[in-house]
Antibody, heavy 120, light 108 residues
Framework: EVQLVESGGGLVQPGRSLKLSCAAS????????MAWVRQAPTKGLEWVAY????????YYRDSVKGRFTISRDNAKSTLYLQMDSLRSEDTATYYC?????????????WGQGTLVTVSS | DIVLTQAPLSVSVTPGESASISCRSS???????????LYWYLQRPGKSPQLLIY???NLASGVPDRFSSSGSETDFTLKISKVETEDVGVYYC?????FGAGTKLELK
């Protein structure tokens, strides 16, 4: 059974940092591109960042470019999102997802999400 | 960038009746390999999203055949026949990294 378990969310002040983790199991983690998708309260879904299988290529939406860093440790089957210079508009539930499996670009599997609240 | 437009934004359905949700793309989603990369996701209340339909018309594992999807290169329809309580939630269409705004389905 595929499992994606996020951790690291919480309340943080504007301008501070937070690092999210996502522990994966039940599939060959190193074969998948991985992504973070977020959802602000009462809003829709929005991709944040994604990373290639080996970690050598990373992509970000414009609003987080230069502030967020996605990375992975294939030996530990773990995905990360380092979030710096946080803003109130980054407040959201962050979901870890699989993205590209070598054939199709799709969000096939999702974690349960971790809530990040940016507020003073 | 591709823009996905869903309609309606909300729909209220009597249990046992059918519901349809539309998704329109600003560009063709048909690839040169003949695959239409349109996906449907369901987010039940308080839960994370889950994949319902892939490549426009294929049911994801465990999805009941009350769900069906069809379309052309730019216009798509998700149909739910005999709506049940467990179908309540927000439905999103998607293509690669982009999502539609979502359609909230509730019961009358």
């Amino acid at each position: 059974e595929v499992q994606l378990v996020e951790s690291g969310g919480g309340l943080v002040q504007p301008g501070r940092s937070l690092k999210l983790s996502c522990a994966a199991s039940g599939f060959t983690f190193s074969n998948y591109y991985m992504a973070w998708v977020r959802q602000a309260p009462t809003k829709g879904l929005e991709w944040v960042a994604y990373i290639s299988t080996g970690g050598g290529s990373t992509y970000y939406r414009d609003s987080v470019k230069g502030r967020f860093t996605i990375s992975r440790d294939n030996a530990k089957s773990t995905l990360y999102l380092q979030m710096d210079s946080l803003r109130s508009e980054d407040t959201a539930t962050y979901y870890c997802t699989t993205y590209y499996d070598g054939y199709y670009h799709w969000f096939a599997y999702w974690g349960q999400g971790t809530l990040v609240t940016v507020s003073s | 960038d591709i823009v996905l437009t869903q309609a309606p934004l909300s729909v209220s359905v009597t249990p046992g009746e059918s519901a349809s949700i539309s998704c329109r793309s600003s560009k063709s989603l048909l690839s040169s390999k003949g695959i239409t990369s349109l996906y449907w996701y369901l987010q039940r209340p308080g839960k994370s999203p889950q994949l319902l339909i892939y490549q426009m018309s294929n049911l994801a594992s465990g999805v009941p055949d009350r769900f069906s999807s069809s379309g052309s290169e730019t216009d798509f329809t998700l149909k739910i026949s005999k709506v049940e309580t467990e179908d309540v939630g927000v439905y999103y269409c998607g293509h690669r990294l982009e999502f539609g705004a979502g359609t909230k389905l509730e019961l009358k």
